[in-house]
């Protein structure tokens, strides 16, 4: 917690246009400064955070103001803002991370690469290796190749020692493209940690669109689960399967109707939810359930899952018996099942398999099934 993160926001963005700061402006739903302030207030060695704007933009950053955030005034230029954000840092930091505003996607574990490379430098920054071919041009036309060894594209956040920052900040003449060319014009060792390829600056109307495809792969969540039920035959003339009633010689025992190829469904959703199984729902020793249709119990779990922001993108049931055959009956069990969940028919499989003659079902003394589901927050 020794450690003050500055944000750098002062800038007007007029290579983005919109008529607002791009700081300001709504990025998935919450506004750029306020994805940044997030992520650094959610870190644990963050104790301080700091945030310079414009003098003129107070009103816009009271929008997102967060508990404990320091804002102050930035300067005419880059540099002023630094000195700004660095004069309002307080004991106990000893280190401090200076980040740019326009990147809302700082990660985690960037930060602490940086903070980690901090503990045997005085300077360390993101970098990613250029790979691309480079080239020297002009007015439309390659005038000669340039070599790309040893070259890095730099990000935020940059990190130093807080009392060699300063001070290379006061002696520096100012009009520095980044905190770590007035380190080194101090002197000071910057060492290059592992940058990221989501860490992207807002720059142009496009990088909008590209951090927002970066949000929703961040903040997806998919998830499988599975699920086992067996039922031995017993009295009765059909049997019912993933909805769908086949007359047979036998019927399927169970304290509800038995289906297997549902239960399995069933409990497959619910573990993707992390909630238990059937009988933890719908317990047996309950004679409400007695003899119940176990489309009950499939609509539950898919409400379940709808209920918590998961979609069920795909069902798998795997049916396992000698008899009946379920190939004449799986397009109507796939529509069945989709109805309960009140997902697409195509979103669903219904399949069928023997024991090859072994063990319980190979014998025809009853039928087992599994199922796996995966269901999708976004």
Partial sequence: MNTAA?????????????????????????????????????????GQIIVVTHPDDAALFDIIAAAGVIRVDGGA????????????????????????????????????????ALADHPGAAPALPVTDALWRGAAGRVLASHPRDGLFRAQTPQGFDLAAIRAAHAAHPGGAADDVAVALAAGLDVAIVQGDEDNL????????????????????????????????FGPGDAVTLCGVTIAHSHGL???????V?????????????AEGDIGQHFPPSDPQWKGADS?????????????????????????????????????????????????????????????????????????????TATILKS
Avoid: W
């Avoid at 025992?253 to 289906?259: N, Q």
């Avoid at 190829?261 to 939810?273: E, K, V």
């Fill in 253 to 259: 025992v169970g304290h509800s109707d038995a289906d």
């Fill in 295 to 371: 489309a009950v119990f499939l609509r539950h779990a898919a409400e379940r899952a709808r209920s918590r922001g998961f979609a069920i993108t795909h069902c798998d049931v795997t049916l396992i018996c000698e008899h009946p055959k379920i190939g004449p009956h799986s397009g109507a069990m796939r529509a069945a099942l989709a109805a309960i969940m009140g997902i697409d028919p195509d979103r669903v499989s219904v399949k069928a398999t023997t024991s090859e003659k072994l063990g319980f079902t190979g014998r025809g003394e009853g039928i087992a099934s599994i199922a």
């Fill in 77 to 116: 230029n880059r540099d002023d803002s630094v000195r700004a954000g660095l004069a309002a840092v307080r004991p106990p930091a000893r280190t401090v991370l200076i980040h740019d505003g326009a990147r809302p996607l700082v990660s985690a574990g960037l930060i602490d690469r940086v903070l980690d």
């Fill in 201 to 232: 600056k807002l720059t142009h109307p496009g990088d909008f669109a590209r951090a927002e495809r970066i949000l929703r792969g961040m903040q997806m969540d998919i998830r499988t689960g599975n699920g086992f039920d067996v039922h031995k």
């Fill in 6 to 46: 500055i944000i750098v926001a002062a800038g007007r963005g007029s290579r983005m246009g919109g008529g607002i700061p791009k700081q300001y402006r709504a990025l998935d739903g919450q506004l750029v400064l306020a994805h940044c302030i997030a992520r650094f207030a959610a870190h644990p060695r963050i």
């Fill in 261 to 273: 190829g549902m239960h399995a469904l069933t409990d497959a959703i619910y573990g993707g939810l």
